[in-house]
């Protein structure tokens, strides 16, 4: 079974690409949860967001937004002396904003899903690349909806991680054409 090269070789990274990388979402609370990773990716491998990704979980009550928006400094310094997760304090403290941001346009558009995909007529993206080194590491499109979560107060959260978080959520399939996922 062929898959994207980016993988291959890894059983975890294996398992993430075959079940869901590229598989579209539609829930918030999943939604919520690759913005964090892929803000916490940021200078990182994949490879260590997903190792510690049962460990995100339970930190951040399971990407509930309403409890992390509530976070205070007791809260954060809890998160600072976690193993389990990525210890740095502006990302984390950039993952209590995003969740206040978040409601904002839950409450605005009705659910985060609704915005995101709005961006694309709620449409998948599919792109033919041949190799993992044609695929860009940011589009027009990353660039636009960075640029608008900025303006909404949104931080850590440039156009190559959103870039990355399109691909998670399959807003862009970027599958390789020989990859068994393309659709």
Request: aromatic share 14%; glycine share 4%; charged share 25%.
């Amino acid at each position: 079974m062929k898959r994207c090269d980016w993988c291959e070789g890894n059983t975890l990274q294996m398992d993430y690409h075959d079940n869901e990388w590229g598989v579209p979402v539609f829930l918030d609370t999943i939604h919520f949860e690759f913005l964090v990773l892929e803000s916490m990716q940021s200078g990182l491998s994949w490879q260590t967001i997903l190792m510690k990704r049962e460990s995100f979980r339970q930190a951040f009550d399971y990407y509930d937004c309403k409890k992390i928006a509530e976070y205070d400094e007791d809260k954060i310094n809890e998160l600072l002396n976690n193993a389990g997760i990525i210890r740095h304090r502006k990302k984390i403290e950039s993952v209590i904003n995003n969740a206040k941001q978040f409601l904002v346009i839950q409450k605005d558009f009705g659910s985060f899903s609704q915005y995101i995909w709005n961006f694309t007529a709620n449409k998948t993206l599919t792109n033919h690349y041949n190799s993992s080194t044609e695929v860009p590491s940011k589009s027009d499109l990353s660039e636009l909806i960075s640029i608008d979560l900025k303006k909404r107060g949104f931080k850590f959260l440039g156009p190559v991680t959103i870039y990355s978080y399109l691909q998670a959520v399959g807003i862009i399939d970027d599958h390789l054409n020989d990859c068994f996922k393309k659709q």
